[in-house]
Every structure is written in C-alpha cells, then in structure tokens.
T-cell receptor
Framework: GQQVMQIPQYQHVQEGEDFTTYCNSS?????IQWYKQRPGGHPVFLIQ?????EVKKQKRLTFQFGEAKKNSSLHITATQTTDVGTYFC???????????FGGGTRLMVKP | DADVTQTPRNRITKTGKRIMLECSQT?????MYWYRQDPGLGLRLIYY???????NKGEISDGYSVSRQAQAKFSLSLESAIPNQTALYFC????????????FGPGTRLTVT
C-alpha cells in the first residue's frame, strides 16, 4: 500500500520561532490532507491540497503541495503555545476510499 | 452535543476478554471508520464502512471485527483481547463527496492487561 513518511517526528521550538513539518511519498499523491491533534484530543481537519504546486494559507499556517505531488509541507510562522500538538498529513488512496496517515510531527513550544 | 461520540472513553480489560467499542454520529454521514493510534505510528485504519451493507478491512483488521447497525452507528469488537491491542481507538466519519475530510470522535483509551 501507499506510504507517507513524515519528518521530523518531534520538534521543540521557542515561542516565536518558525516550524515546518514535511510529508513525503515515493508515489504520486492524489491529494493530501492535514490534521492537528491537541494533547489529549482527537485529530481535527485543517486543510486539503489537490493541485500540483498548490499553496494555501490559514493565518500563520502555510500549506504547500509539491510540483510533482510527491511531497507536502506545513509551515507555522511565529509559533505560539496554542500551536502545541501533533500534526498529521494524510493521503487519500487512488480509489478515493481510504486515508493513509503519516506518523505525525509532535510540536512542543516553550513559552 | 458532539457530532461523533464514542463509548466507553476509557476501558481496562483482561487478556482473552471480549470487548466492544461503540461509535455514534449525528452528522448524517454515510462513511464511518475505525482507527487505532499508537505513539509514533500515526493512525492506522482497522475497518471502514461506506454504508450499512458495506464493510471493508483496513490496514490492520486481524483480531478485530465490526458491525454497522445503522447509518449512525458503527461498533468495533475485539473478540479475544490481547495486550498488544492496548491503544487509543478513534471512530471517524466522512461524507460521500468532496472534500472527504474526516470528523473524529473523542477516542477510547483501551488497556489490555
């Protein structure tokens, strides 16, 4: 089956620093979704990227889909303590039936 | 009220016991999913159902079974629980069409001793 690799697994940053997590696949991705899971919580949908080279922004969050549709990234500018949590990318399979999640990047922010 | 609910929220059980985790949703979605979360492994799909008569195995279905009792209800059973099934279990739903985003329940923390 398709595999989605996510790096880094953990990231500690000082509040105000930027943060980026990367999602990579050896095969072309049909689309990519990003989710955030707060500590003790459940995953919550953030965004979906479909087009090659697509860039979407949500306030301090910038999401990119690679030109070859084999990678994606989530960048947070000037992190805040409210950004703490685990960020997952997820790829929908070619048949459109299932999501395959990356292992997640756990973000910790020091105030 | 939450759109996707799971019961129980926490459960401790012994090896060999049968246990059922239940999921209900009020979103009116056709599609429902069961995932397992282990540290560092993300979420792995156990079973999914696209309607009441459609049940499909996911990535890690061995040792699990499911029942879709109604559009709004999807239960996960461990016929004979074993310690390596200790994990956080999430139910999720999605609509039939775009954007296929999934809505997750609050999770059930299961410990098998």
């Amino acid at each position: 089956g398709q595999q989605v690799m996510q790096i880094p697994q953990y990231q500690h940053v000082q509040e105000g620093e930027d943060f980026t997590t990367y999602c990579n696949s050896s095969t072309t991705l049909s689309n990519i979704q990003w989710y955030k899971q707060r500590p003790g919580g459940h995953p919550v949908f953030l965004i979906q990227l479909v087009k090659s080279g697509e860039v979407k922004k949500q306030k301090r969050l910038t999401f990119q889909f690679g030109e070859a549709k084999k990678n994606s990234s989530l960048h947070i500018t000037a992190t805040q303590t409210t950004d703490v949590g685990t960020y997952f990318c997820a790829e929908k399979d070619n048949a459109g039936n299932m999501l395959t999640f990356g292992g997640g990047t756990r973000l910790m922010v020091k105030p | 009220d939450a759109d996707v609910t799971q019961t129980p929220r926490n459960r401790i059980t012994k090896t060999g016991k049968r246990i059922m985790l239940e999921c209900s949703q009020t979103k009116g979605h056709d599609r429902m999913y069961w995932y397992r979360q282990d540290p560092g492994l993300g979420l792995r799909l156990i079973y999914y159902s696209f309607d009441v008569k459609d049940i499909n195995k996911g990535e890690i279905s061995d040792g699990y079974s499911v029942s879709r009792q109604a559009q709004a209800k999807f239960s996960l059973s461990l016929e004979s629980a074993i310690p390596n099934q200790t994990a956080l279990y999430f139910c999720a739903t999605s609509s039939r069409g775009l954007p296929w985003e999934q809505y997750f329940g609050p999770g059930t923390r299961l410990t098998v001793t």
